[in-house]
């Protein structure tokens, strides 16, 4: 089973033409303990938990440490994670938190590969990126 943990805009430095994630999400409370507790608690382990609705990848190291830190209590529930990211550049540091915290999926998302169309959309990367990362 994967549990998802909605974390809008976190780690995205602009807002896609489309995107408004706590719409989306429905998710009001910008306190991430809150929201990942809210969210654990309803459900019993082992389970994988997806972190969806940000970039990871633009989040900054010390930023991604503490994330994960609110996930201590509910470790023996949870078999590993998954993330959704944009496919932008990442830093050796950034993987290496990742593989400590048990991230075995990490899937890049990409909503056309017309580099005109991306751009309209504000994505800020390309088709290539995609391909190159």
Same mark, same amino acid.
């Given at each position: 089973?994967?549990?998802?943990?909605? $974390?809008?805009? $976190?780690?995205?430095? %602009?807002?896609? %033409?489309?995107?408004?994630?706590?719409?989306? %999400?429905?998710?009001?409370?910008?306190? $991430?303990?809150?929201?990942?507790? +809210?969210? &654990?608690? @309803?459900?019993?382990?082992?389970?994988?938990?997806?972190?969806? @609705?940000?970039?990871?990848?633009? /989040?900054?190291?010390?930023?991604? =440490?503490?994330?994960?830190?609110?996930?201590?209590?509910?470790?023996?529930? /949870?078999?590993?994670?998954?993330?959704? !990211?944009?496919?932008?550049?990442? =830093?050796?540091? !950034? &993987?290496? /938190?990742? +593989? @400590?915290?048990? *991230?075995? *999926?990490?899937? &890049?998302?990409?909503? !056309?590969?017309?580099? +005109? *169309?991306?751009? =309209?959309?504000?994505? =800020?990367?390309?088709?290539?990126? &995609?391909?190159?990362?």
């Amino acid at each position: 089973m994967i549990v998802p943990v909605f $974390l809008p805009h $976190l780690g995205c430095h %602009t807002r896609c %033409t489309y995107c408004n994630q706590q719409l989306i %999400t429905d998710v009001k409370d910008t306190d $991430l303990g809150t929201v990942i507790g +809210k969210t &654990l608690n @309803a459900h019993q382990g082992p389970y994988e938990v997806g972190l969806f @609705a940000g970039n990871i990848f633009g /989040i900054e190291p010390d930023q991604l =440490r503490r994330l994960f830190a609110h996930f201590e209590g509910y470790r023996e529930r /949870i078999a590993n994670f998954r993330v959704s !990211t944009k496919p932008v550049s990442m =830093r050796n540091e !950034t &993987l290496e /938190i990742l +593989k @400590a915290n048990r *991230v075995t *999926v990490i899937e &890049l998302g990409i909503p !056309t590969f017309n580099d +005109k *169309v991306l751009s =309209r959309l504000n994505r =800020r990367h390309s088709a290539q990126d &995609l391909i190159s990362s």
